[in-house]
């Protein structure tokens, strides 16, 4: 497709799910350019995970073979106490019967992948990067964006249809949805951190446990050059109780161990010293958990949302990043129809905003669950977390079968 005025679709945001939605639609024939903040795109962040669902859309963009050479194709969930005993188990991705596997994968190698690939194919001009929007505007064929850059001097891009991909703090949400950027805060405090280590389990496996405080521990290794020397770099996340923590907190504000050990001192399970994990981690990085309350429409005219400027969520059901991908492919199919472009993004939003609000939903209901389990019988635990589980894997099947995801996988992280 080209669009009606012959102009590219602007993308805000050079993140995972603004990048993706420029590769997708340059799989549709349709050009892009992506504005983004940052003078330079750097590696940062930690591990996520992402679906086998979206694994299948990035790997009909080619990209099949780097996400095999970077991330770890995760096997199996355990689910445990802070002793160490298994509580649960279930089998991902591959093993789950999927075609395609689950990756657990750092962010920033995800993010420089997508980006190398984005200038390999649209040209090195396709994201520009040290450009911060300011504002946009519509007119009869297309979109406006007015930027800065920054030494504050004024950009103007111009395209057929402008998509807000810009994260958390999204300014195109901002100037949609004036009244409804506020957070939600589940009153948990998080801190992540990587530790490097001589090996983990089988080196595909991930493990969620919880405490009797309702503390919780996700830890996997996310890479598979750290694996192929008998290494396991190790992504972990810590999730403590916290009622009252402010929301407005940093999203990447660095954290220290001196609070966050104690919260783990009496964690032993025997195979993993887990105070040891989390102290010898090179950076902590803070925050609290919070997502936005679900939205009735993303966009207006010839703009839309996606990623987590239109659904922010818990991290709690491995589909976050998941979802972004997902988006832009649905987007990139809606666009590559021809016709209307207006009527093009209302035909995504009616796809993937009914999806990706009720995972929003499922992931407060299972933080609500998992932390209800302090104080249950190990018996009580194993059953809660079979029922939670076979919960959310129904509740987002149940609206994924219209919105394009085929989710074997039931935790985030």
Sequence with gaps: MTSADGADIVIVGAGIGGLATALALHSHGISAT?????????????????????IAELTALGLGDALAATGIPTREHLYLDHRGTTLWNEPR????????????????ELQLLLLEAVRERLGPGAVRTGLRLDSFEQTATGVRALARDQSGGAAEVTGAAL????????RVRAQLHPDRTALSGGGVHMWRGLTELDGFLDGRTMIVANDEHSARLVAY?????????????????CLVPSPGLSVDADWDDNGRIEELAPHYAHWDFGWLDVPGVLARSERILQYPMVDRDPLEHWGEGRTTLLGDAAHLMYPIGANGASQAVLDAAALAAELGTGGDVEAALRRYEDVRLPATN??????RRMDRSERSMAGRTDREKSTLLEAVTDDYREAVERRLDNGGLDTSGARAR
């Design 34 to 54: 992506v504005l983004e903040t940052a003078e330079e795109i750097r590696p940062l962040g930690v591990g996520i995970n992402v679906q086998p669902a979206a």
């Design 93 to 108: 991705g591959v093993a789950a019967g999927n075609e395609y596997p689950q990756y657990s994968i750092h962010r920033g």
């Design 358 to 363: 009720e995972i929003v939903r499922a992931n």
């Design 221 to 237: 290794p996310i890479s598979a050059r750290h694996a192929a020397r008998g290494r396991a770099l190790l992504n972990w996340v």
């Design 163 to 170: 998509v807000g991909a810009d994260g958390l703090h999204s």
